[in-house]
């Protein structure tokens, strides 16, 4: 999204080219994260992270019941963490979690999928099939709507669970009038942005009253439309991103640039880049995942349950206002947390796949609605690099009913080698967030908002 100041992390990263690089990483969807180097497993896991006396061995072996988990007693509930949260328990990072925090258990509250989207399962899914690449990849056949896989099984079930991610239920359009990113360097300066996004699923739509493939967008997918309004200095920089029904066709970015008042093309060479000043990058992009399923491969590594924050009370204001400082971590004010059963996936890029941005992407994916919840980032050694959590809210869909994946949450990301963090609200400071309807007819226009045209009209 919007991005935030530059940092000498920065100047060790992959750069864009030099022609829009500062540019086009300030919009192109910021995320960031930040932590220090962490002790690892043998296979470069987070998982060493306990507490006294191995408690993991110690945890209870049912799941806890209105509980509150403070620093004194986290331990107890280790088993219930992904590694990343435990390491931030741990305190062994230059980020960890604060003296104060409390986190309580609440009941564990599954919103059913929409019913169109259950029946578009019920209906496509039987002939849904994983095709094997010459590359060593993988794509799918016969996919119509709906999710592709509803009960994954080998063989690549782990692909098979992130097809489940890529094609998860989300409202046909939301448009966010006013999300917010700050970045909290190691001097525990904070410093913010804002601008809008418009997202809009253009393909395999299950929406009551939408069509299946809107008119006009032919081929494609999915679309993320993303201006900066803030600061003035960068106002109306926008990042336009296209994804294709066909797997096996590349996202498309184009970046509108203020001063020359024309877009241009970001080049595939940037999606290893991260966005200036945080620790996201264009594979980080539609809150978590967005590399290309053909390109990579995944493990399918445990089902368990893990600690999340979902159906709560967005914070009021900007950070630091109403987070848990110096983390940025929800307070207790926000809500109650969940047990939620996850899967727990590994990514890789194969050979020839393109960019290898990290050494492997572990994803902890929700059961119910197949989106992440937590991401734990390794670098090229296996060494842990970034913590990204994901804090969904729930919200009424028109027509629909509570939806856990309405495209408004708070994220983090937290960087275990540059000391560096960014934490996202959408929408933040209570402005407007809009669902399907709700939006304003403005935002229905589809040159606009989802063809590289539709930048030109900026500014006019």
């Given at each position: 999204?919007?991005?935030?100041?530059?940092?000498?992390?920065?100047?060790?990263?992959?750069?864009?080219?030099?022609?829009?690089?500062?540019?086009?990483?300030?919009m192109?969807?910021?995320?960031g994260?930040?932590?220090?180097?962490?002790?690892?497993?043998?296979?470069?896991?987070?998982s060493s992270?306990r507490?006294?006396e191995?408690?993991?061995?110690?945890?209870?072996?049912?799941?806890p019941a209105?509980a509150k988990?403070?620093?004194?007693n986290w331990?107890?509930?280790?088993?219930?963490m992904?590694?990343?949260?435990a390491?931030l328990?741990?305190?062994r990072y230059?980020?960890?979690?604060?003296?104060d925090?409390?986190?309580?258990?609440?009941?564990?509250?599954?919103?059913?999928?929409?019913?169109?989207?259950?029946?578009a399962?019920?209906?496509?899914?039987?002939?849904?099939k994983?095709?094997e690449?010459?590359n060593?990849g993988?794509?799918l056949a016969?996919?119509?709507?709906?999710?592709p896989?509803?009960?994954?099984?080998?063989?690549?079930?782990?692909?098979?669970?992130?097809?489940?991610?890529?094609?998860r239920?989300l409202?046909?359009?939301?448009v966010?009038?006013n999300g917010?990113?700050?970045?909290?360097d190691?001097?525990?300066?904070?410093?913010?942005?804002?601008?809008?996004?418009?997202?809009?699923q253009l393909?395999?739509?299950t929406?009551?009253?939408?069509?299946?493939?809107?008119?006009?967008?032919?081929?494609?997918?999915?679309?993320?439309?993303?201006?900066?309004?803030?600061?003035?200095?960068?106002?109306?920089?926008t990042?336009?991103?296209?994804?294709?029904?066909?797997?096996?066709r590349?996202?498309?970015?184009?970046?509108?640039?203020?001063?020359?008042?024309?877009?241009?093309?970001?080049?595939?060479?940037?999606?290893?880049?991260?966005?200036?000043?945080?620790?996201?990058?264009?594979?980080?992009?539609?809150?978590?995942?967005?590399?290309?399923l053909?390109?990579?491969?995944?493990?399918?590594i445990?089902?368990?349950?893990?600690?999340?924050l979902?159906?709560y009370?967005?914070?009021?204001?900007r950070?630091?206002?109403?987070?848990?400082?110096?983390?940025?971590?929800?307070?207790?004010?926000?809500?109650?947390?969940?047990?939620?059963?996850?899967?727990?996936?590994?990514?890789?890029?194969?050979?020839g796949?393109?960019?290898?941005?990290?050494?492997?992407?572990?994803?902890?994916i929700?059961?119910?609605t197949?989106a992440p919840?937590?991401?734990?980032?390794?670098?090229?050694?296996?060494?842990?690099?970034?913590?990204?959590?994901f804090?969904?809210r729930?919200?009424?869909?028109?027509?629909?009913?509570?939806?856990?994946t309405s495209?408004s949450?708070?994220?983090g990301?937290?960087?275990?080698?540059?000391?560096h963090?960014t934490v996202?609200?959408?929408?933040?400071?209570?402005?407007?967030?809009?669902?399907?309807?709700q939006?304003?007819?403005?935002?229905?226009?589809?040159?606009?908002?989802?063809?590289?045209g539709?930048?030109?009209?900026?500014?006019?």
């Amino acid at each position: 999204m919007f991005v935030v100041k530059k940092s000498a992390r920065g100047r060790e990263r992959l750069r864009f080219s030099e022609s829009f690089a500062a540019l086009v990483v300030v919009m192109a969807v910021g995320l960031g994260c930040a932590i220090v180097r962490a002790q690892t497993t043998p296979s470069g896991d987070a998982s060493s992270a306990r507490g006294p006396e191995g408690s993991a061995a110690n945890a209870p072996d049912t799941a806890p019941a209105e509980a509150k988990i403070t620093m004194q007693n986290w331990t107890n509930f280790r088993k219930y963490m992904p590694d990343g949260m435990a390491a931030l328990f741990d305190g062994r990072y230059f980020w960890k979690m604060p003296p104060d925090v409390e986190m309580e258990i609440g009941p564990t509250i599954v919103h059913p999928l929409p019913k169109n989207y259950v029946e578009a399962t019920e209906k496509y899914a039987g002939q849904v099939k994983a095709i094997e690449l010459p590359n060593g990849g993988l794509t799918l056949a016969g996919y119509e709507g709906g999710m592709p896989f509803p009960k994954p099984e080998e063989p690549h079930k782990g692909w098979k669970i992130l097809a489940n991610l890529w094609f998860r239920y989300l409202p046909h359009l939301s448009v966010d009038t006013n999300g917010v990113v700050c970045t909290i360097d190691n001097g525990n300066s904070i410093s913010c942005k804002a601008g809008m996004k418009v997202y809009r699923q253009l393909a395999f739509n299950t929406d009551p009253g939408i069509p299946r493939d809107v008119p006009g967008a032919e081929g494609k997918y999915f679309t993320q439309y993303e201006m900066v309004k803030e600061p003035e200095q960068e106002r109306y920089t926008t990042v336009l991103t296209i994804s294709y029904a066909d797997l096996a066709r590349s996202e498309d970015v184009y970046v509108f640039i203020p001063s020359l008042r024309r877009y241009q093309p970001l080049s595939p060479s940037a999606r290893c880049s991260a966005d200036l000043g945080t620790d996201e990058t264009p594979d980080d992009r539609r809150f978590g995942f967005d590399s290309n399923l053909t390109r990579i491969s995944a493990d399918f590594i445990a089902e368990k349950k893990i600690l999340a924050l979902v159906g709560y009370t967005m914070p009021a204001g900007r950070l630091p206002s109403n987070y848990d400082m110096p983390l940025g971590w929800p307070k207790p004010t926000w809500g109650k947390w969940q047990l939620r059963d996850v899967y727990v996936v590994s990514v890789t890029k194969i050979a020839g796949g393109g960019g290898h941005c990290l050494g492997k992407r572990v994803v902890y994916i929700d059961k119910a609605t197949s989106a992440p919840l937590w991401e734990d980032l390794y670098d090229g050694k296996m060494q842990p690099w970034r913590f990204v959590a994901f804090f969904p809210r729930t919200i009424d869909v028109p027509g629909i009913g509570p939806v856990d994946t309405s495209n408004s949450m708070v994220y983090g990301f937290w960087d275990v080698k540059y000391s560096h963090a960014t934490v996202f609200a959408e929408a933040g400071e209570g402005e407007p967030f809009y669902l399907n309807e709700q939006a304003p007819k403005e935002f229905l226009d589809l040159e606009r908002y989802t063809t590289p045209g539709g930048l030109g009209l900026i500014m006019r």
